[in-house]
């Protein structure tokens, strides 16, 4: 089971628009769980600490940073393969 941890934020630009482009890839890959993560919380600012994330939404797949600010539907499901 892969595991993808989305990182947003209050106000984020880009997240509706990966969060649909996860789902898309998602859907292709049975058994994947995403993890909804606010980088206001302890958890959330660890994870932006961690992965140097710089912006929103951060996308990690089992714990490896793949993206962030604008990641698009390809990087995801390349993610996802590997």
């Known amino acids: 089971m892969r595991t ?3 990182v947003t934020k209050e106000d984020c630009d880009h997240c509706d628009e990966v969060r649909e482009a996860l789902a898309e890839a998602v859907a292709k890959h049975p058994g994947t769980v995403i993890k909804d993560v606010d980088a206001a919380t302890p958890a959330g600012r660890a994870l932006v600490i961690e992965h140097g ?3 929103s939404p951060g996308v990690l797949v089992d714990g490896t ?3 962030m600010g604008h990641v698009s539907a390809d990087d995801l499901a390349k993610a ?3």
Do not use: P
């Open 4 to 6: 993808v941890t989305f």
């Open 53 to 55: 994330i710089m912006a």
């Open 65 to 67: 940073l793949v993206g």
């Open 80 to 82: 996802l393969q590997s």
